[in-house]
């Protein structure tokens, strides 16, 4: 495939291939669902369940309005063709128990199918940040290509590519953090510069913080001037890792933001909340409850 292609964007995809002659541009044809497989270079980890079941029940009624892209499946696979673009309608149709499918079939080399299940997810924007940046990264892995080169094919710029993948760097307590939605990609990014980004992160969602204002702490840290974005005073950088550990142990025991200010013999500790809730919580903790 051309580079242009991808630069066209799907549609042109689905155009090219009804405009083709031969079996593999034939234009729309109709397969059985059990003929298709999976790509192996699907960026999704997951597919949410209910909104595979709001597509199946679409699908019930309206029918599947877009084909599913296809090619000639790599050997050692069993079934005769394996999806490019379109899982979710895929599985949707088995849910709704619809036998034959729509589908393109086109000619691809394996870069072009990674490239293109990415794309298709970028696009529309179902990609976690997480799958996006691994999706890039296994284009890099897989076919030797540099970030600019991920990012002229798939339309982004290097920056953005290059900001995902930093995304990949972030310690298993903050990736868990964005990944239920207390974080998003841009909070998670302004704390990765920390050495130990976890305290000021859970500060950060116990008190929400917008992503200038958390920007802003992260800034004052950097600088020694030791302020978070309320102006109290931390000593997150030069703390000793004990009480960093310590910090993180609590934090992971009452599920709010805890931070020790002090040596190993004085000092405070501060726990942040956002809700009544949490404040009757950490109430009963104290009290032993």
């Known amino acids: 495939m051309a580079q242009k292609g991808l630069g066209r964007g799907l549609s042109a995809l689905f155009d090219d ?3 083709a002659e031969g079996p593999a541009g034939a234009g729309v044809q109709t397969l059985p669902v059990a003929d298709l497989s999976p790509s192996p270079f699907q960026p999704r980890q997951h597919f949410d369940p209910e909104k595979i079941a709001e597509l199946a029940v679409s699908i019930k009624t309206q029918g599947i309005l877009q084909p599913i892209l296809v090619r000639a499946a790599s050997p050692g696979v069993k079934t005769p063709y394996e999806i490019v673009a379109g899982e979710r309608r895929w599985r949707a149709a ?8 729509p589908v393109v079939i086109r ?4 870069v072009d199918a990674a490239e293109i299940a990415l794309l298709e997810n970028v696009q529309r924007e179902d990609l976690s940040p997480f799958e996006e940046a691994e999706g890039y990264r296994g284009l890099m892995a897989q076919f030797v290509y540099s970030q600019t080169d991920v990012a002229e094919r798939v339309g982004k710029s290097r920056a953005h590519v290059a900001n995902a993948l930093r995304l990949l760097a972030m310690p298993d307590g903050l990736r868990t953090m964005v990944e239920k939605g207390e974080l998003s990609a841009g909070h ?21 913080w917008s992503v200038r204002r958390l920007e802003q702490a992260v800034r004052d840290l950097s600088s020694g001037s030791g ?25 992971r025991e009452i599920g709010l933001g805890v931070e020790i200010r002090g040596s190993a013999t004085r000092g405070h500790v501060r726990v942040s909340y956002a809700s009544l809730e949490q404040l009757e919580l950490v109430l009963a903790r104290l009290a032993g409850k």
């Open 94 to 101: 088995q849910q709704a128990r619809v036998h034959d499918v």
């Open 17 to 19: 291939g009804a405009a």
């Open 107 to 110: 000619e691809l080399a394996n």
């Open 188 to 208: 998670a990014r302004a704390l990765l510069s920390l050495e130990n980004p976890l305290p000021l992160g859970r500060q950060a969602v116990a008190e929400n």
């Open 227 to 251: 302020t978070t974005g309320d102006g109290d005073r931390s000593g997150a950088l030069d703390k000793d890792p004990d009480l960093r550990e310590a910090e993180e142990q609590a934090s």
